[in-house]
Nanobody
Framework: QVQLVESGGGLVQPGGSLRLSCQAS????????MYWVRQAAGKGLEFVAA????????TYEDSVKGRFTISRDNVKSALYLQMDEMKVEDTAVYYC????????RGQGTQVTVSS
C-alpha cells in the first residue's frame, strides 16, 4: 500500500524559506520519479517540481525555478522541497506525489506566505 506523508509546512513571511519533507513507503521509491504538486484555494492541482530516481535530473515549474530545490534520499525513502525567496503566490497545500498529475499523493501540508 502506497503511503506518502508530508511535513514541514507552516506560515512564513514573503522572502522567507521553508523545507518540506515527504516520507514514502509501500513501493519501490528508489525506482520512481517523484514529484511535488500544489493546490491553491479554489484552483486545481499544479505541478511544482520533479526528480529522477537517482536524483541527477530535476525539473521545475517556471514560477519556482531558481527559488525551489527538489531533492531525495533513497536510503531513507524521503523526498524534500527546499523553498527560498517565497512569495505570497506560493501559498497552497503542497503534496508529495508519484505522478505529475498528483493522482497518487499524500494528505498534503499547508504552506502560507503572508506578512
Amino acid at each position: 500500500q502506497v503511503q506518502l506523508v508530508e511535513s514541514g509546512g507552516g506560515l512564513v513571511q514573503p522572502g522567507g524559506s521553508l523545507r518540506l519533507s515527504c516520507q514514502a513507503s509501500g513501493f519501490s521509491f528508489s525506482s520512481s520519479w517523484m514529484y511535488w504538486v500544489r493546490q491553491a484555494a479554489g484552483k486545481g492541482l499544479e505541478f511544482v517540481a520533479a526528480i529522477y530516481r537517482d536524483g541527477m535530473v530535476q525539473t521545475y515549474e517556471d514560477s519556482v525555478k531558481g527559488r525551489f530545490t527538489i531533492s531525495r534520499d533513497n536510503v531513507k525513502s524521503a523526498l524534500y522541497l527546499q523553498m527560498d525567496e517565497m512569495k505570497v503566490e506560493d501559498t497552497a497545500v503542497y503534496y508529495c506525489a508519484k505522478d505529475r498529475q498528483g493522482r497518487t499523493r499524500g494528505q498534503g501540508t499547508q504552506v502560507t506566505v503572508s506578512s
